[in-house]
């Protein structure tokens, strides 16, 4: 498959996306580009200390496509982890924000409370109101709930 089909393809699906899928994928995206920032600021010391020190330019290229190459494999790997969603669908019985970006919801699913630590999606839910009929997407890895859909009663 070429690039230009792979382009096409990757724009066509992000024109289709619903809202919530949108959503998870710009919250993934501002995720991994956290983890990106840590392989940037050591391939620039690695950069700046090969200049300083006199080190030949081959060797610093060297260890920064070395330090590039892990990076792209540990990310990847990890970006993997963000791409599971276990679905609740149930009552919402409560929500309590912790922090400015923290909550705990629980939600009921038949008899059985199930309590989720968000980190972020959480503010969607402060818009539903209690005993209300939700279907959440739920990241435990990274902690993420998005709302799937929402009945109002």
């Known amino acids: 498959m070429s690039l230009k089909q792979r382009f096409a393809e990757s724009f066509a699906r992000s024109k289709t ?3 919530p899928e949108k959503k998870a994928n710009e919250i993934l995206g501002k995720i991994i580009l956290k983890k990106t920032i840590v392989p940037i600021v050591i391939m620039l010391i690695v950069l700046f200390g090969g200049i300083y020190l006199h080190i030949n330019g081959w060797v610093t290229f060297g260890i920064n496509i070395a330090i590039a190459v892990i990076s792209f494999f540990v990310i990847r790997k990890q970006a993997e982890k963000y791409q599971t969603f276990t679905p609740y669908v149930g009552t919402l019985v409560s929500l309590e924000k912790r922090d400015k970006n923290n909550y705990v919801a629980i939600i009921k699913q038949g008899k059985k409370p199930i309590k989720l630590e968000i980190r972020y999606g959480g503010e969607d ?3 539903i109101r209690r005993n209300q009929l939700i279907q959440v997407s739920y990241n435990a890895e990274a ?4 709302v799937v859909t929402n009945n109002n009663r």
């Open 143 to 146: 902690k993420m709930a998005i």
């Open 17 to 19: 996306m619903s809202g």
């Open 125 to 127: 839910l402060e818009h």
